[in-house]
């Protein structure tokens, strides 16, 4: 089945593009679904929000919504701006992707969690030591990166030779699942920075 992993939000606390389109797909109210966006921008830890469809059989059969690099809890970590952050991409990364695998996607499309941007190098490093780890520990997935956000030049060089970086053994992660108006969601704690930025 296919999972979609999405920022939540975009560039100057705005609801990502497509919100409404995710809405009708999902069969959610359209104002319910931003409020919830909207609650995952600004809350003091990343948040992610998982919705299901209803038919198991559809092969796009569930999304989630995840902090993006805008949002208040990145910021908390995220400084100096304009560095990426490990542990917040590798944590968040990991959560959103075996939250998804333990729901039965095994086909999941990730997206640049600096929504509208291409994906940077170090970020995607994180992805990748993620996805090694959800391998490795919960499930056999495939991840597939949304068209037009990445060079293919820099994923296949970082794909080639990902034995040259410093792909981590997965830490223990601390999320706290709650509903939000209905919603499934998980809170992620980040409590200190046990990597540096890249």
Not at 36 to 62: D, G, V
Request: charged share 20%.
């Amino acid at each position: 089945m296919i999972g979609y992993a999405h920022a939540a939000g975009e560039f100057g606390g705005r609801p990502r593009v497509g919100i409404d389109a995710f809405a009708e797909r999902y069969s959610v109210p359209v104002d319910l679904l931003i409020r919830a966006t909207n609650f995952i921008e600004t809350a003091e830890h990343p948040e992610i929000l998982l919705i299901q469809r209803p038919y198991q059989e559809t092969k796009a059969s569930a999304i989630a919504l995840f902090s993006s690099v805008w949002s208040h809890a990145y910021g908390k970590v995220g400084m100096p701006f304009g560095q990426v952050h490990r542990d917040y991409h590798y944590i968040v990364q990991f959560a959103t992707i075996s939250i998804l695998a333990e729901v039965g996607c095994d086909q999941i499309r990730v997206e640049n969690p600096m929504s509208g941007y291409v994906w940077r190098k170090e970020a995607y490093i994180c992805l990748v030591e993620a996805l090694e780890n959800v391998r490795k520990h919960i499930a056999k997935v495939v991840v597939h990166l949304e068209k037009e956000t990445y060079d293919p030049r820099l994923i296949k060089d970082i794909d080639d030779h990902a034995d040259q970086y410093d792909l981590q053994e997965h830490r223990a992660i601390h999320i706290v699942p709650h509903l939000f108006e209905g919603f499934n969601m998980c809170t992620v704690y980040i409590n200190k920075p046990s990597m540096p930025h890249l």
